[in-house]
């Protein structure tokens, strides 16, 4: 279980929201509040050791370099589970649109009022329109019609949530490797965190405005999520609920104390792929998913009877196709065929990028920081209007002056 002290009771809140309810307007809204509401008013990123003169640069000029957020010591994809059902629903509910229009087409008195109902309010309502059709269609038909028509539903089903599942698999993993991360900290004047995040001092500390919230800013804050404290590496047995959200991977924080002045920020940035990397792509999974579907366990579940009689109706186990899939996809032999081809594929993206962020409202430069770097440090970002001050501890002080 989750150590409820290591954090106070609104980021488990927002924790628990964000995992579960992300695709609920309504609880994000929910979810929003809470964290506006302890949004510190200025957030600090520290860097360990002095950088060079571009890169610096690049930060004034209001960019933000990320990271793949796999590469992150505390990246934790364990404790994020794909709800495979949920979204074959949906991308399955376009072709039961289609099918149900055919059948109109065909007889417009096919389906009543009712039955339409039935099929909108179903659990899985591509299945049950297919299991409705069946029944419906089999009352005339001999035992040996019944027999290949429930065959040919069977596999066309199967195919159907084969590549539902599959689909899904390979968008989750591009999705989750496109995933970027830097971490903020604030506040940023404790001489603790200095020694902490900034190499003892030897290092500096770029400072962001969120006092006034503008546009601007706003869609940024959008992208900054607070960490969540564990005192051990979780797993998904460790919470009370099912986390769906692949961003959560990237919100935990393995700490053996939390400290009164712990408050880090996630900042988590989705990579869309551009139409060159897009071409590429396209040509990289073109044969993996060949490969895929022509697996040999996955063909055998293609012939696995997932209908199931039941008094008067038929239903089928989507549940249990799912999962034997879902565990084939999952296996160290398939995993092993997979990776080469695969890892070629994660490489279409670089491991790090910029991105447009904010300008700083002032960079400060730690105690330690090399006395033969702060004239081209002030040089450069008073060059961009903006303020640098130095870190100074004395007589047991610690305060800023301006460089």
């Known amino acids: 279980m989750i150590n409820d002290s290591y954090n106070k009771q609104w980021k488990l809140d927002y924790f628990k ?42 930060i004034c000029s209001a960019k933000l370099k990320i990271t793949k957020a796999k590469y992150d010591e505390n990246y934790n994809n364990d404790i994020v589970k794909i ?23 065909e007889d417009p008195n096919f389906l009543s009022d009712e039955e339409k109902n039935i099929i909108e309010e179903a659990d899985f309502p591509f299945i049950r329109l297919m299991t409705l059709v069946y029944v419906k269609d089999t009352n005339e038909m001999t035992e040996d019609e019944q027999k290949e028509w429930k065959e040919s539903m069977n596999n066309f089903i199967n195919q159907q949530i084969l590549f539902g599942v599959v689909n899904t698999y390979y968008t989750m993993k ?38 006034e919230i ?22 998904e047995d460790d919470f009370d609920y099912v986390i769906h959200n692949s961003h959560c991977a990237s919100l935990t924080s393995l700490k053996d ?14 990579h869309h ?29 293609l012939k696995t009877n997932y209908l199931v009689p039941k008094d008067d109706d038929l239903e089928y186990d989507y549940r249990q196709i799912i999962d034997d899939i879902v565990a084939i996809l999952e296996s160290e032999q398939f995993q092993n065929g997979i990776r080469p081809s695969f890892e070629e594929v994660l490489k279409i993206t670089e491991d790090d990028m910029e991105v447009e962020f904010l300008k700083p409202e002032a960079v400060y430069l730690g105690t330690n920081f090399p006395e033969d770097k702060i004239q081209e440090y002030k040089e450069i970002v008073e060059g961009e209007g903006i303020r640098i001050f130095i870190i100074k501890d004395k007589d047991g002080k610690f305060f800023k002056s301006l460089v």
């Open 17 to 58: 929201i964000f995992a579960t309810q992300h695709s609920n307007v309504s609880q994000m809204e929910e979810a929003d509040k809470l964290k506006f509401g302890h949004f510190p008013p200025v957030i600090g990123n520290f860097y360990e050791n002095p950088i060079d003169s571009e890169a610096l640069k690049s």
């Open 83 to 105: 709800d495979y059902a949920d979204t074959i629903k949906g991308q399955l509910n376009n072709l039961m649109q289609q099918q149900i229009a055919q059948l109109n087409q």
């Open 174 to 211: 591009l999705y989750q490797d496109n995933n970027y991360v830097r971490l903020f900290q604030t506040p940023y004047n404790k001489r603790q965190l200095w020694d902490e995040y900034a190499n003892n001092k030897e290092g500096f500390c770029v400072v962001y405005d969120f006092k």
């Open 214 to 235: 503008s546009k601007k800013n706003a869609t940024q804050l959008n992208k900054l999520y607070p960490v969540l404290y564990v005192d051990k590496k979780v797993t």
């Open 257 to 270: 104390e939390v400290k009164d002045y712990y408050n880090e920020w996630m900042y988590i940035y989705n």
């Open 273 to 301: 792929f551009t139409e060159r990397e897009y071409i590429m792509l396209d040509n990289l999974l073109e044969p993996i998913y060949s490969n895929t579907f022509n697996y040999e366990p996955l063909q055998e579940v």
